[in-house]
Nanobody, 118 residues
Framework: QVQLVESGGGLVQPGESLRLSCVVS????????VGWYRQTPGKERELVAT???????DYGNSVKGRFTISRDNAVNTLYLQMNSLTPEDTAVYYC????????????WGPGTQVTVSS
């Protein structure tokens, strides 16, 4: 059974930092593209960042230069370092694992809330 479990969300003030983690089990983590997406009420889920098995990174325009994605294949964990947070970063952050091997695989975690407010 595939599981993605996010942690590290919470309430922070503008300008502060937060680090999210996502522990993945039940699949061969190292061959999947993994990433973070976020969603606020009434809006579509949007890309935050992804990282491929070859460590190629992609970021949403609104987080470039502030957020850094990384992965540790030894412990099947994905990270998101978020710096210089603003209220516009407030959202539920979801961990995703995607791969296309014979068929498409697309798995999601339950999400973790990040709130940036003074």
């Amino acid at each position: 059974q595939v599981q993605l479990v996010e942690s590290g969300g919470g309430l922070v003030q503008p300008g502060e930092s937060l680090r999210l983690s996502c522990v993945v089990s039940g699949l061969d983590f190292k061959i999947f593209r993994v990433g973070w997406y976020r969603q606020t009420p009434g809006k579509e889920r949007e890309l935050v960042a992804t990282i491929t098995p070859y460590l190629s990174e992609d970021y949403g325009n609104s987080v470039k230069g502030r957020f850094t994605i990384s992965r540790d294949n030894a412990v099947n964990t994905l990270y998101l370092q978020m710096n210089s947070l603003t209220p516009e970063d407030t959202a539920v952050y979801y961990c995703n694992a995607w791969g296309a091997y014979v068929r498409e695989y697309d798995f999601w975690g339950p999400g973790t809330q990040v709130t940036v407010s003074s």
